[in-house]
């Protein structure tokens, strides 16, 4: 999905090459994206697994304004939401878009300047 995203103009105006799993490396300068898998379940039917599996990921867009954070979630969302394809081996069949919410950078209670933007999409996928 990386590779998705930093394919995409609005994407990469925004946040350059700076799109993350799991967390920014160490002094990331923002505007960027952190994702990370939520949680993940395989889907069946009374035949057993069906091969597809969905996948909530967790998209938390990190921005020195409130408006560059909502802006760079709104256009890595626009590129997920809905979207069908093969990337890196694997069969994108959807993405919906579940909720959006805005949280302080770090709920630790340190004091930082970065506003972040958090929305989870649900992809469903499958293996070639």
């Not at 946040?15 to 300068?29: E, L």
């Not at 505007?31 to 597809?52: C, E, F, K, W």
């Not at 340190?110 to 958090?118: E, G, K, M, W």
Request: net charge positive; proline share 3%; aromatic share 8%.
């Amino acid at each position: 999905m990386t590779a998705l995203l930093l394919g995409d103009a609005r994407v990469k105006q925004l946040a350059a090459n700076k799109v993350h799993w799991v967390r920014a490396p160490q002094g990331a300068v923002p505007s960027y994206a952190v994702l990370q898998v939520i949680s993940s379940r395989d889907d069946y039917h009374a035949q057993g697994a069906s091969g597809l599996t969905d996948a909530r990921v967790q998209i938390d867009a990190y921005s020195a304004t409130y408006l560059g954070a909502v802006r760079l979630s709104d256009a890595v969302l626009a590129v997920l939401s809905g979207y069908r394809g093969v990337v890196s081996g694997v069969r994108l069949q959807a993405g919906f878009v579940d909720n959006r919410r805005d949280f302080p950078s770090s709920s630790s209670g340190d004091v930082t300047p970065l506003f972040r933007r958090s929305a989870d999409i649900i992809i469903w996928h499958s293996s070639l």
